[in-house]
Structures are given as C-alpha cells and as structure tokens.
C-alpha cells in the first residue's frame, strides 16, 4: 500500500509536533504544511497529499478554505480548535471533522482513519462525475456534427453517423476529434470524397 501523505496548517509549534508526531507513529508520512491559508493551497496543489489537517488559529478564512479544499478534492480534511469534543462542521456539501486541541493520539488516529475513508469514497464519486461530464459532452458535440452533415449532405442520421465514422477512420482521428473539425467549419476536408 502506498504511505499516506499529510499536511498540516498548525501555527502553534507545540500542537503542530504533537499532530505530526502522532501521525508519524500511524504510519503517514509528512509532505509540507502552510504559515497561511493561501500558503496552505499552494503546498496543497503542489503536493497532493491525501490529507490536511488545519488549526481553526490559522491566519486567513479557514472554513472557507477547507471548502475549496474538500470542493476540489484535494485532500481530506481534519480541522483543530480549542475546544472539547468531536464535532462536525462545514457547508451544505462539505463536511469537516473538528477535533478538540491538545491532540489525543489514539482520536486522532480514529479520526483519520474515518476521513481518509470518507475521502476516497468522495473522491472516486467526483471522479465517476467528471467522466459522466466529459462523456456527455463529448456525446453533444458529436450530436451537433451530425446535425450538420445531414443538413449539409441531405442525409438521415444513421447515414450521417457514419458518414462521420468512416471520415474518423480514414483520416485517423477519435470520433469526437471528427465531430470537432466539422464543427470548426472543417466542410473541405470532410465533404471530399
């Protein structure tokens, strides 16, 4: 199994070896951490860690980043404060774990192990959602093209899907890169026959 990569936004040095000490002893491997929010982002997307743990004390909006964060994401995300208890926070779409300071190794451990499954799960799903969107657009444009070879040649559609696949297999193109050039005004290359 690959190590798990952390990275922290803790400006209290104490809280911040104690956090990294106790991930250490799990396992996780540490890769960075930000003196800021903005400074956080920055190391985030530099170097893609599966989890960022963030002091609520951190200069800058830290809610508001932990949303960019889980919104893109990036990373799963642990947030420390001051108080007692676990508790939940964040948005309509975003959920965040907030763990009390100072840190109880073996909650933390718990927490993160928690979030890291949540995330992957999460992760996976905004992947699955991607790939839909690319699909489906891809499936327009493809869709578009056909409309205009059959306007343009006075073909049916099943005639002009394959007119558009055999112009895709002579000139060696993916269907979509086909579809792209006919919608780019490509008429001369893909009317000769």
Do not use: W
């Not at 718990?110 to 489906?136: A, G, I, P, W």
């Amino acid at each position: 199994m690959d190590t798990l990569e952390y990275c922290v936004g803790i400006p209290d040095p104490v809280n911040r070896k104690a956090a990294i000490s106790a991930l250490s002893l799990s396992g996780l491997h540490y890769v960075g951490e930000g003196k800021d929010c903005p400074h956080l982002l920055r190391v985030l997307r530099k170097v893609q860690p599966h989890l960022v743990i963030i002091d609520l004390s951190l200069p800058g909006d830290v809610l508001y980043t932990a949303s960019i964060i889980d919104e893109e994401a990036m990373a799963a995300v642990l947030l420390l404060e001051q108080r007692k208890g676990i508790r939940t926070a964040g948005g309509r779409n975003n959920s965040f774990m907030v763990l009390s300071l100072p840190v109880n190794t073996v909650v933390l451990n718990y927490c993160v192990e928690t979030l890291l499954v949540e995330f992957n799960r999460r992760k996976r799903l905004h992947q699955e959602l991607r790939s839909l969107k690319d699909k489906m657009q891809s499936r327009i444009l493809v869709e578009r093209a056909k409309g205009i070879i059959m306007q343009e040649l006075s073909l049916n559609e099943p005639e002009a899907y394959r007119f558009l696949q055999k112009k895709s297999m002579d000139l060696r193109l993916p269907l979509i890169e086909a579809a792209k050039a006919i919608l780019n005004n490509d008429n001369k290359m893909f009317y000769k026959e």
